[in-house]
């Protein structure tokens, strides 16, 4: 690939306007060329983000391009299409309709896993430099800051990020940080960050300050607009939504922080194939409904899991004495659909429950529609403060009634 750019940027309105016909050919047809519009509703982003232009006779869908490589002769152009690895038109409508969601000035960038886009941002931190992040942001997010501190020399500081004090003294702490890493709420534990207080002093820090956005959604939150640098998504939960495939998404407005992604993204190469793009963008565009559904639904089963007999405690940032409430109010727009639980009984009935259920899927990974359910610490890996009985319940879009009897029950026997 000598000679190629390292950066191609991904730029899908100039990609269009050299893919559409000749304006002679569409001049006698009615304009029908009106494109998204800020002011609409992300309800309306979700379904209208990322079409194909609104010619006479053009698809509604954008069309799968299974091509790894272009035409192409001589030294390629600014954003010229060369090689799939560095952007391929299948990326752009699903980049643009992310950022769209996002309030993002410029597209999103999506990457073959939500991992891919975490050591994505984890590159930008230099040899030697300094991350703070919580001790409960997802467990493989953490291991990765774990084997860059061996790696690359790296000081990983873990904080409990709903104690704003805690990580502002982290900050203040030893000198420059390079990265604060920020997931809230945190996975599994729902605990809800400051976004708003803690992005204002990871900049003062000399941070960039990203947040994994993959449990509220951006129609539960937009970082971006709360100061934060950089936003990442599991697209494979919320997102996509049908637990059919995985991808992820990095999300930024600065140029400079885009084209440092980009070119990680060229050189390592994890990028995210022509199908999986195409599902995650179908599945997005009935994101509001899902969420909207799954968001009621785990409220109510929040509000009667609190009352259950079998149940010892229950997170979820929409119950008004959970201690994250307050805060989660004033900067979510929704309280998402995952719901911690810890079961009488211990480690022994949270496992019951999760093999007596037989509705809800005992799975790890979340955000599909269908409801699962597992206990955490069955991994290694997962942070030895989580409790070992804790359960994490991801809530679908069944009917409530039977997602409530089909827990009502593994609970009652988790008991016996
Ligand atoms: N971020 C969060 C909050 C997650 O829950 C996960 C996966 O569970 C990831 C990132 C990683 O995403 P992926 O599994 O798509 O690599």
Same mark, same amino acid.
């Given at each position: 690939m000598a000679g190629y750019p390292a950066v191609v940027s991904t730029t899908p309105e100039s990609q269009r306007a050299a893919a559409a016909i000749p304006a002679d050919d569409v001049s006698?047809?009615?304009?029908?060329?009106?494109?998204?519009?800020?002011?609409?509703a992300q309800s309306t982003v979700a379904v209208a983000a990322g079409r194909p232009p609104r010619e006479q006779g053009a698809p509604l869908n954008p069309p799968v391009v299974l091509s790894s490589t272009y035409f192409s002769v001589g030294k390629p152009g600014p954003g010229e299409r060369v090689y799939t690895r560095y952007g391929t038109e299948t990326w752009d409508p699903l980049e643009e309709a992310i950022a769209a969601l996002e309030g993002a000035s410029r597209p999103g960038l999506v990457f073959a896993s939500g991992m891919a886009a975490v050591a994505a941002v984890m590159s930008l931190v230099p040899h030697g430099g300094r991350i703070v992040m919580p001790r409960h942001t997802y467990q493989v997010a953490l291991q990765l800051a774990n084997e860059l501190t061996s790696r690359s020399a790296i000081t990983v500081d873990l904080v409990d990020v709903a104690d704003t004090t805690s990580v502002l003294a982290a900050l203040d702490a030893?000198?420059?940080?390079?990265l604060l890493w920020l997931e809230?709420?945190?996975?599994?534990?729902?605990e809800v960050a400051d976004l708003a207080a803690l992005a204002v002093a990871g900049r003062a820090a000399g941070a960039i300050v990203a947040v994994d956005n993959t449990f509220a959604t951006p129609l539960g939150q937009r970082p971006l607009a709360l100061g934060a640098d950089v936003v990442v998504h599991?697209?494979?939960?919320?997102?996509? *939504?049908?637990? @059919?495939v995985v991808l992820g998404a990095v999300v930024v407005n600065d140029p400079d922080l885009a084209d440092r992604v980009i070119a990680y993204r060229g050189t390592h190469g994890a990028i995210a194939g022509p199908w999986e793009a195409w599902l995650a963008l179908r599945g997005l565009r009935t994101l509001a409904l899902r969420v909207d559904r799954s968001t009621t639904t785990a409220q109510q089963l929040a509000e009667r899991l609190s009352a259950h007999p079998d149940v010892l405690e229950v997170r979820y940032? *929409?119950?008004? @004495?959970?201690?994250?409430h307050d805060r989660a109010a004033r900067q979510m727009t929704g309280f998402g659909s995952v719901i911690a639980l810890r079961p009488r009984g211990g480690l022994v009935a949270a496992e019951a429950l999760a093999s007596t259920v037989r509705l809800w899927v005992p799975a790890t990974s979340l955000g599909g529609v269908e409801s699962s359910l597992e206990r955490?610490?069955?991994?290694?890996?997962?942070?030895?403060?989580?409790?070992?009985d804790l359960v994490r319940l991801s809530v679908g879009i069944e009917d409530l009634e039977d997602l409530w009897a089909d827990l009502d029950q593994g609970l009652r026997a988790a008991q016996s």
């Open positions: 006698e047809h009615p304009d029908v060329s009106a494109g998204p519009k800020s002011a609409w030893g000198g420059r940080v390079d809230s709420p945190t996975n599994p534990m729902l599991s697209v494979t939960k919320y997102l996509a *939504g049908h637990s @059919d940032p *929409g119950l008004p @004495d959970d201690p994250g955490r610490r069955r991994f290694y890996t997962e942070s030895t403060t989580v409790p070992e």
